[in-house]
């Protein structure tokens, strides 16, 4: 590889690009910003992702490509957080979200799924991975964290966010901790527009900061920034992606973290809307970021290119100050050796999805299942019972969230343990005939399950509920399976249970709880009310 005094100006550029695309294959813009622009890193979606084999394939297919064209080793970066944000779904380990984990209070487990994680996506090419995520989930009405954090208190997040960071970097992905610097008291969803935390420096530093120091601390190989603004530390109201005063002041200066920060995807509204995407690429690197991110249009990252490119010619960036973004990224991919061969296909297969690691992952997702209550005596499931489970249609709420296939529901997971289930399917915020639909078909059963996803944010949900418990009362069993802040719109069911997630493997663990074949042993990682508190366990 050659060093960075061999460069081109328009090389090292493109060293600080991750750039994305749609398809299974590379597409000629992909091509084309490896051949003409020297991109240097490249972020894969669920759209990038079918089978295992295909990834293997793309990845293969790009690398190959980049070599042509360079002796730089080509990054290669996803998303794979566990849970509700996982891309590469088919034939790999089945991984909990950072909340499930969080509510097994075992950092061990956050270690080693991390470490399963980390070597199935090296074996298929993938190099970096955008997780954990370490925001601390302490606003209810977060539309965008959620789950995605490990829990309310920065000293479960810290844990839980340092052993995942280690579990990675031991399979060699770089890890990267986001959303710096805590994008887990937002009302906004930054996907839409820019979330303003009014939050002083002192409560920053005993909350928000903190699992971020942690990681820092630890070896974290890179750090995502947020696109929020802090008024109190941001004089100019600037988004921290944007903040000088964040990252070079906090980050860089106070803390001297000199590994890779690199900006969230610069297309989503709370940037792209407000002030552009090339004008945002300068004033990044402006701010100290080294990698920027821009992830679906090719008109787009071409725009970001020249802009960095140009505001260098200008003067606007000195090229001494890429140089010092481009050596961090040089040292990162050295380190992680992601100069190394792909293994062909043929070696690869029987190491993903090994039944070892299917195991661990089950157990760790059983352990995660909470029984807030169940003052109805609901469970076990009675077996021999006729089970209605009335199931909502699980939506993308944005470009984070992803879906699985609707055949993976609770209710088919409870027929295959032998209940006698009838599944009755609405929608995600059901219309006043779904609910009087539902409720009619609900009576004459002598179990009832009514699963709720994100109900804070669909009112239809909330109305079902209310109804089904007027005709059922302590009967009732809820399953919130997304966001355990569901209980705060129906405290007066009598059996509640979380699993923190609709994925299929947290179905199987749910369905596992509910017939008795496990006992529960979650702890609440999030406040729910007086009663049910951080930690509590039913």
Request: negative net charge; glycine residues 8%; charged residues 25%.
């Amino acid at each position: 590889m050659r060093t960075i005094g061999d460069l081109s100006l328009r090389e090292k550029i493109g060293q600080m690009l991750v750039c994305g695309f749609d398809g299974h294959q590379p597409t000629d813009g992909i091509r084309d910003l490896i051949r003409q622009y020297g991109l240097g890193n490249i972020i894969y979606f669920s759209r990038n992702a079918g089978s295992v084999e295909q990834v293997h394939r793309l990845s293969s297919e790009l690398k190959q490509w980049a070599a042509e064209h360079s002796d730089i080793p080509l990054g290669i970066a996803i998303d794979q957080e566990g849970g509700m944000v996982t891309r590469v779904t088919n034939g790999v380990t089945p991984l909990p979200g950072n909340m499930a984990i969080g509510a097994t209070r075992d950092e061990s487990a956050a270690f080693e799924l991390a470490r399963i994680s980390g070597s199935e996506l090296r074996l298929l090419g993938i190099n970096i991975n955008f997780a954990p995520a370490v925001d601390i989930n302490n606003n209810p009405l977060n539309p965008v964290i959620g789950v995605r954090s490990y829990g309310e208190t920065p000293e479960l997040v810290s844990r839980m966010g340092v052993a995942a960071v280690r579990g990675f970097q031991s399979a060699g992905i770089a890890a990267t901790v986001k959303h710096f610097p805590g994008h887990g008291d937002t009302s906004v969803d930054s996907h839409f527009d820019i979330p303003v935390l009014p939050l002083d420096r002192k409560r920053l530093e005993q909350l928000e900061l903190v699992p971020f120091k942690k990681a820092v601390e630890a070896g974290v190989d890179m750090v995502m920034t947020a696109h929020i603004v802090l008024p109190e530390i941001e004089p100019k109201k600037l988004p921290s992606t944007l903040s000088p005063a964040v990252i070079t002041g906090i980050l860089r200066e106070e803390w001297g973290y000199d590994g890779i920060v690199i900006t969230d995807c610069l297309e989503m509204d709370a940037i792209a809307a407000h002030y552009g995407v090339g004008p945002a690429a300068v004033m990044a690197v402006e701010a100290g970021v080294d990698l920027v991110m821009v992830s679906h249009r090719y008109d787009r990252q071409r725009e970001a290119f020249e802009a960095l490119l140009q505001a260098v010619i200008d003067g606007r960036i000195s090229e001494e100050r890429i140089d010092r973004s481009v050596t961090r990224i040089f040292q990162l991919k050295q380190q992680r050796k992601m100069e190394e061969a792909m293994l062909p296909w043929e070696a690869v297969e029987s190491r993903l999805e090994a039944a070892e690691e299917r195991r661990t992952a089950e157990r760790i997702s059983e352990q995660s299942i909470t029984v807030v209550k169940d003052e109805g005596k609901n469970l076990p499931l009675r077996r021999g019972t006729d089970t209605c489970v009335i199931w909502p249609v699980v939506r993308a709420a944005n470009d984070a969230d992803e879906r699985y296939a609707d055949k993976e529901t609770l209710a088919s997971y409870l027929s295959s343990m032998g209940m006698q289930i009838v599944e009755n399917v609405v929608g995600t915020d059901p219309t006043p005939e779904e609910i009087a639909q539902a409720v009619v078909s609900s009576k004459g059963f002598g179990q009832v399950i009514v699963a709720t996803y994100n109900a804070a944010f669909f009112p239809g949900q909330s109305k079902l509920v209310d109804e089904l418990l007027a005709v059922h009362g302590k009967r009732l069993i809820v399953a919130a399976i997304r966001n355990p802040f569901d209980y705060s719109l129906f405290p007066e069911a009598g059996t509640y249970v979380c699993s923190y997630e609709s994925r299929p493997l947290a179905m199987q663990s749910l369905a596992r709880v509910l017939t008795g074949r496990v006992s529960p042993t979650g702890k609440l990682p999030v406040t729910l009310s007086t009663n049910f508190a951080f930690g509590w366990r039913g």
